[in-house]
């Protein structure tokens, strides 16, 4: 079946009209009345000037219309075009609408990559519905008598390169898990490369996460400059790396902090409270704190939560290599009250004895424990900001130079109180400010109020939206 595509143009308004008040078309559409000349008209000229970013095809066979497909950002949904597909009534029930569909389907997606297309079907147009899930969209919701389906790009491959150790710390993984999750929540393709070594729930969590795949060495995965989209967090490339060379992919996006290394990219994000943020190695940048990429499971404290029987939690980030964790559990088991203490380490042997004390081990157990804590401690990493997040008071400590950033910050602005750094292989910590947020409910209290809406959980969907964008 040769069939033919071009733009519409001014000449074929009023066939677009006919086709557009024909019976067949106006018992699906949501205004079932004709339309007039003079509304036609009007509409019809506006339509065409917006041609380049809201396609509007003609189709032809044996040199006769036989259809239309049209394209419109959508309101609804975002990064989203929204299709509209309308076959000749002559020659209509011959299969034409499924090849305009297909053949409209394989163009768009070549323009616009990174945007899904959105069919909005009256629930009573079978025919509609049948050549849509042909094509692979997928029924996303209904509203009244019209249903929702959705197409994404299933070339397009999001790429997450980021390692974890004992001894660089999971940051890397962990301020990246909130885009894999929007993402794939999305049904978009993403893949993670990365070595993560001896700590088992970071694997696990990596496993669990529905990655397309996953590999450990770049060298496994060839990418394609058409589709892949590389999302970096490292320190450990050379400036110069062929593997991160804008040249071998569609677009790269940098995960950063101040000891990142000035690697190119056409997007970059990064994942705190400073806004200020200008570098020349970055086209765009994505920074403060409505583009904090939270994970899904965290939320909110409930605002009634019981604060009458304190409830602490002491986590000295992804690995506590440092010790923090044990460290804390000294200071506060000197601290005299009722309250309980949530210790999360995988030593824990090095724990002090204190019937107030729970131990769990770090991994997943953090996000329902933390659901009904008031006070946390925590490194000045991406744990503290999760924990501001929720909303619970809390005491920062820094262990490397990459955190001072976060611990002055986060001090200055009345979100956290310092607690104390590790120095010269020793813990120095502030007892009296530990002591003073276990003790003094109005001193937590002066904390949670500085942060209230502060960070909101939408900023992976933000920056999710930003790179689709781009």
Known sequence: M???IRDAEI????????WRNHQSSRSFSKNSLPITDAEHDKWYKKRLEAMDSEPFWIFTHDSKSIGYVRLENSKKFLNSLEISISVNPKFQKKGFGQKILDLSLSRVLRIFPTKKIIAIINVKNLASVSIFQKASFQRIGQDNDFLFFEKINQSLKFIFRADASIQEGVGHVLRSLGIIEELISQNYNVYFIGKVLNIPWVIEKIQSLGFAKIFSEESE?????NSDILILDSYKHKIDSSFINLHNWKSVVLIFDEFTPKYIAQLGVHPGITNDWKLDNLSKIL?????????KNISKLPKNIDQNELVITVVGGGTDYKNFVPEMAKNLARIPGLFTVNLFTNKPNKIINDSRFKIFKLGDSLDRVVNETHLAFSTASTSSLEFIA???AVGICCVTQNQESYYNDL???????????????KWELDTKTIEALVISKEYRENLTKNTTDFIDLSGAKRIVQEILSS
Not at 11 to 18: G, H, P, R, V
């Open 2 to 4: 040769d069939i033919k």
């Open 11 to 18: 000449e074929d308004s009023s066939l677009i009209l006919a």
């Open 221 to 225: 995965y060839e990418s394609n400059s």
């Open 287 to 295: 920074s403060g704190p409505q583009f904090i990429p939270l994970r």
């Open 390 to 392: 929720r909303g619970c």
């Open 411 to 425: 001090h200055k602005l009345g979100f956290a109180k310092q607690i104390g750094k590790f120095i010269n292989g």
